[in-house]
């Protein structure tokens, strides 16, 4: 049985950009495309059944054209149009048929179209317990050339990796797993050591030469990050999620949270259990 990637769609501008990325993850691993737009017509506030059928009948019509665009570029194709809201079905249906990936539209920086859509990507990221990838509005497709894996030494670190290398293979594509250390000297040493302990880790289930290990130096991972991005010409940045509690991310945040409301490039966001 094919992998699935699941693709929900509001058909904004800032879902369709999506399909896109989504068809060529599809190609690349040779997956099939399972397309969901949830009817809630409670967040509609649709009263009247005549018009509740007529958004049914355009939603079927759009999901269908999506659908058909699918197949035309050979890509396996299912659809669904639920009701209720997006992340109750999102989170059942990921615990039933256990997808590959999400992949979702997100608003991305300096953008304020879409919020509604951007923040249910957002939701779904923080709670589902397979990979999102999100994808910023303006965003265009690249040839996938060059990865960046964020890595904080997580267990999560290693499956990241084994993703990126499927994705890798056909192109042979650069990926480089990047630790961005502040300037203590006292804490180099160790994690030159974990981050040691992490390639043998890698080397021991994934075969594949085009993978670097760099330590970099930065007091803003972030700012970090997105030269590093800009320099690379980076085709997706990787993340695993970070475990914080939830006033721990009111006071402080996390690189998670910033870079999918800030990025400029596809994000690719592995759970962390």
Same mark, same amino acid.
């Given at each position: 049985?094919?992998?699935?990637?699941?693709?929900?769609?509001?058909?904004?501008?800032?879902?369709?950009?999506?399909?896109?990325? &989504?068809?060529?993850?599809?190609?690349?691993?040779?997956?099939?495309?399972?397309? =969901?737009? +949830?009817? $809630?017509?409670?967040? *509609? #506030?649709?009263?009247?059944?005549?018009?509740?059928?007529?958004?049914?009948?355009?939603?079927?019509?759009?999901?269908?054209?999506?659908?058909?665009?699918?197949?035309?570029?050979?890509?396996?194709?299912?659809?669904?149009?639920?009701?209720?809201?997006?992340?109750?079905?999102?989170?059942?249906?990921?615990?039933?048929?256990?997808?590959?990936?999400?992949?979702?539209?997100?608003?991305?920086?300096?953008?304020?179209?879409?919020?509604?859509?951007?923040?249910?990507?957002?939701?779904?990221?923080?709670?589902?317990?397979?990979?999102?990838? &999100?994808?910023?509005?303006?965003?265009?497709?690249?040839?996938?050339?060059?990865? =960046?894996? +964020?890595? $904080?030494?997580?267990? *999560? #670190?290693?499956?990241?990796?084994?993703?990126?290398?499927?994705?890798?293979?056909?192109?042979?594509?650069?990926?480089?797993?990047?630790?961005?250390?502040?300037?203590?000297?006292?804490?180099?040493?160790?994690?030159?050591?974990?981050?040691?302990?992490?390639?043998?880790?890698?080397?021991?289930?994934?075969?594949?030469?085009?993978?670097?290990?760099?330590?970099?130096?930065?007091?803003?991972?972030?700012?970090?990050?997105?030269?590093?991005?800009?320099?690379?010409?980076?085709?997706?940045?990787?993340?695993?999620?970070?475990?914080?509690? &939830?006033?721990?991310?009111?006071?402080?945040?996390?690189?998670?949270?910033?870079? =999918?409301?800030?990025?400029?490039?596809?994000?690719?966001?592995?759970?962390?259990?």
């Amino acid at each position: 049985m094919k992998d699935i990637i699941l693709y929900p769609t509001d058909f904004s501008q800032c879902a369709e950009n999506a399909l896109s990325h &989504a068809l060529r993850v599809a190609k690349v691993l040779n997956c099939k495309i399972q397309i =969901v737009h +949830s009817l $809630d017509f409670e967040q *509609k #506030d649709m009263t009247t059944l005549s018009l509740i059928e007529k958004v049914k009948k355009e939603a079927e019509l759009k999901i269908q054209e999506l659908k058909d665009k699918c197949i035309s570029q050979d890509v396996e194709c299912d659809v669904s149009l639920p009701n209720g809201k997006l992340s109750i079905w999102v989170a059942e249906y990921v615990s039933k048929e256990k997808p590959l990936l999400v992949v979702m539209g997100t608003t991305g920086a300096s953008n304020i179209k879409n919020k509604i859509f951007g923040s249910t990507t957002y939701s779904i990221i923080r709670s589902t317990n397979i990979p999102v990838l &999100a994808i910023p509005e303006q965003v265009e497709t690249k040839v996938f050339s060059h990865f =960046v894996l +964020s890595s $904080d030494y997580k267990e *999560k #670190d290693v499956d990241a990796v084994q993703f990126l290398v499927r994705l890798a293979k056909p192109t042979k594509a650069k990926i480089d797993v990047v630790h961005i250390l502040n300037n203590e000297a006292s804490k180099k040493a160790n994690t030159q050591k974990l981050l040691d302990n992490l390639k043998q880790r890698i080397e021991l289930t994934e075969d594949y030469e085009n993978i670097q290990y760099h330590l970099l130096y930065s007091e803003s991972r972030i700012e970090r990050l997105q030269t590093l991005i800009k320099e690379e010409n980076t085709a997706i940045l990787t993340l695993v999620m970070e475990k914080q509690s &939830a006033l721990g991310r009111l006071i402080f945040g996390s690189l998670t949270d910033k870079m =999918v409301h800030h990025a400029n490039i596809p994000l690719l966001v592995f759970p962390n259990e």
